[in-house]
C-alpha cells in the first residue's frame, strides 16, 4: 500500500464516499476556509429571506 494512502484504513467511516476527497492542509487554512464558506453561506441565506 502506497504511504500516503495506508493512512485512509484509519479514517472514520462516517466520510463514506467522500474520503477520496478528504486532503491534509494545515488548520490555520481549514478555519480560513471555514469562515469564509460560512460567510458566503450566511449572505446568502439573508439574500434570499430579503426577496
Not at 7 to 17: D, I
Request: hydrophobic share 50%; with cysteine; aromatic share 4%.
Amino acid at each position: 500500500m502506497q504511504p500516503s494512502l495506508a493512512r485512509l484504513e484509519f479514517m472514520s467511516l462516517w466520510a463514506g464516499q467522500a474520503v477520496s476527497l478528504c486532503r491534509s492542509l494545515p488548520a490555520a487554512l481549514l478555519v480560513e476556509t471555514l469562515v469564509r464558506e460560512t460567510q458566503e453561506a450566511l449572505r446568502q441565506m439573508e439574500g434570499a429571506l430579503r426577496a
